[in-house]
């Protein structure tokens, strides 16, 4: 039985790989050499994946036809405690006989008995196969490695042995699969990166096993890192048994394909990994609305099949055909979502500005906190609303804080109520990061329209990090990008129950034309101080003044309260005296009513 990718091949090559399904393996061999032959010759003709499912007795159950880097696999019983009683062998086109990651992934999920991937080239005398097999550690089922070999040493393979010893630990052990992903971080960038590289990680639920750090002044097109330091990494993956590979830079889809290859496992790079945490973190519509924008614009680019050259979109002569093709389809697909995602950011963006607008008209000022992702920002203002929230809104959810990178990234604003009974808006933004993907700032353009919106920005800043004089470098950066560097700002210096007196010093000299406050948000450390240093360096557009309202215009009153500050309030003979604190359009309208 022959199934797969069968569509535009030649019968005569379907016709031997159904006459190949009625040989025979010797049981207690993988493989037969008239196997071997058969799939290699197909491989070589096809440029595609062949694989071969084999039960216990030798017997050939299916032959399969995939496409130049993947192969169906055949539907297996999968038995509690035993192994599934099935191999597979499979050829690699490209010649590399390393074991993929959905090879591996296979194996383990179906229990195959094993897999055996052939490396084909010209040199059909010098093949090279690499054998995977189930093991067991510590109660969970892992892959292993065998390979690369040649032809002679996988026939002389025991693989009835070997089964046996699986299965018999099988057993005798409450067998689990381990679905924890563990990770070697590879850069070619400072160790200040690997290290966020490994926070970043952590976000995300991934063990790192190994970090690798390679000084590199040019960046190799294929591998990033060059072929012998792709090898010894796969050398490394397997005696960790590491099963994702992140790298520290931005890889073309064409980089992260020749490197799994090579690595035999799963690989992603810093972008992919931001994004995914973005992704597990956005709870607003809005934040999910702007993660899938980005992710969308980070996939369009990397979508592979036959390309530009045989596409049947087109007019002209030889554009005639079926219809589109799968990888056509797919771009159309998500330029679609981008175009529909767009037109939802831009309904939110209509909708903030009229949230704005309101508070413009209200005389409320408006507080950014910005600052380097896990800077303490959250925190802060959870802290803050405590402090000094205004009691309609002292109810309000806390937004979500840990000690993470990205805890947060949904936009949230609450009201306080300054020292000098003014009323701010404090919003919490998004943290900023080195390297920050140019999709995910284009895609949060409408989140941080509220820093350009700021009177005053709290520059929050973790100043027990080594790097953070990095960190505000990085989110200066970004405030450059988005025109705001000029407002008024406050570094607040954050963390100092974990900092250094010496890196205290060193930022506080370094930025002395900035106001530096020193609090910990966490601990509640001179906040009452940072709200003053808020209300003095906080642009007063208040005008304060006096009226008199007779006792026959009372809806003034009732105005009065609702369009500004009341600081006080008496009853005379003569009207109802108030002092207020208003903008330009309350002072005009009760111009008549103001007194000395």
Do not use: W
Request: net charge negative.
């Amino acid at each position: 039985m022959v199934y797969g990718n069968i569509d535009g091949v030649k019968n005569s090559i379907l016709n031997k790989l159904e006459d190949a399904c009625e040989l025979s393996v010797s049981k207690d061999c993988i493989l037969s050499v008239e196997l071997v032959d058969i799939l290699v010759e197909v491989t070589q003709n096809l440029d595609r994946e062949i694989s071969a499912a084999i039960d216990r007795k030798g017997k050939i159950l299916s032959m399969a036809i995939g496409d130049s880097s993947t192969v169906e696999l055949p539907i297996i019983d999968i038995r509690e405690g035993r192994l599934s009683g099935v191999k597979i062998i499979h050829t690699h086109p490209n010649g590399n006989s390393r074991l993929s990651a959905l090879d591996m992934s296979a194996l383990v999920k179906l229990k195959l008995d094993c897999i055996v991937a052939i490396g084909v080239n010209q040199d059909k005398e010098n093949l090279k196969y690499n054998i995977g097999f189930c093991g067991i550690d510590n109660g969970i089922l892992i892959e292993e490695e065998v390979g690369p070999i040649n032809l002679n040493e996988v026939i002389e393979y025991d693989i009835l042995d070997k089964v046996k010893y699986i299965e018999k630990l099988m057993k005798t052990s409450e067998v689990i699969e381990d679905d924890t992903e563990r990770a070697i971080l590879v850069g070619i960038g400072s160790e200040e990166d690997l290290s966020e590289l490994t926070e970043l990680a952590r976000a995300c639920n991934v063990e790192t096993v190994d970090a690798i750090l390679q000084n590199r002044h040019k960046i190799d097109a294929a591998l990033y890192i060059g072929r012998g330091k792709a090898e010894e990494i796969a050398g490394i993956r397997q005696s960790l048994r590491a099963n994702l590979v992140i790298f520290d830079d931005e890889l073309s889809g064409s980089q992260v394909r020749n490197l799994e290859e090579v690595l035999g496992c799963k690989v992603i790079d810093r972008t992919t990994l931001i994004l995914e945490i973005f992704a597990r973190r956005a709870r607003t519509r809005e934040a999910k609305i702007q993660v899938e924008l980005a992710q969308l614009k980070y996939r369009l680019p990397r979508l592979t099949g036959l390309g530009t050259m045989l596409s049947r979109t087109g007019a002209g002569i030889g554009t005639r055909g079926p219809g589109e093709k799968k990888l056509e389809i797919d771009k159309r697909r998500i330029r679609e979502g981008i175009f529909d995602l767009n037109k939802e950011l831009a309904k939110i963006r209509t909708t903030r500005s009229v949230q704005r607008e309101k508070r413009s008209r209200d005389s409320i000022s408006k507080v950014s906190l910005v600052g380097y992702t896990n800077s303490g920002k959250s925190t802060l203002r959870n802290a803050l609303c405590d402090l000094a929230a205004l009691k309609s809104i002292a109810q309000k959810d806390k937004v979500f804080e840990a000690d993470m990178l990205f805890a947060t990234l949904d936009v949230t604003t609450r009201a306080l109520l300054l020292p000098d009974n003014r009323v701010a808006a404090v919003t919490d933004t998004v943290g900023f990061i080195r390297k920050l993907p140019h999709d995910l700032v284009e895609a949060f353009k409408s989140t941080l329209e509220e820093v350009v919106y700021s009177d005053l920005l709290l520059h929050v800043v973790d100043v027990s990090s080594e790097t953070a004089e990095l960190q505000i470098e990085a989110v200066d950066s970004v405030l450059t990008e988005l025109s705001v560097i000029d407002k008024p700002v406050i570094l607040v210096l954050n963390k100092i129950d974990k900092a250094t007196p010496e890196n205290i010093i060193k930022i506080k000299e370094k930025y002395k034309e900035l106001k530096c406050i020193e609090i910990s948000a966490k601990n509640g450390t001179n906040l009452e101080g940072l709200l003053i240093d808020v209300c003095k360096e906080l642009p007063y557009t208040l005008k304060k003044f006096n009226v008199l309202i007779p006792y026959t215009d009372q809806s003034m009153v009732a105005y009065l309260h609702r369009g500004s500050k009341v600081d006080s309030e008496e009853y005379n003979e003569e009207g109802t005296l108030m002092s207020v604190q208003g903008d330009n359009e309350v002072y005009n309208k009760c111009q008549k009513y103001i007194i000395d």
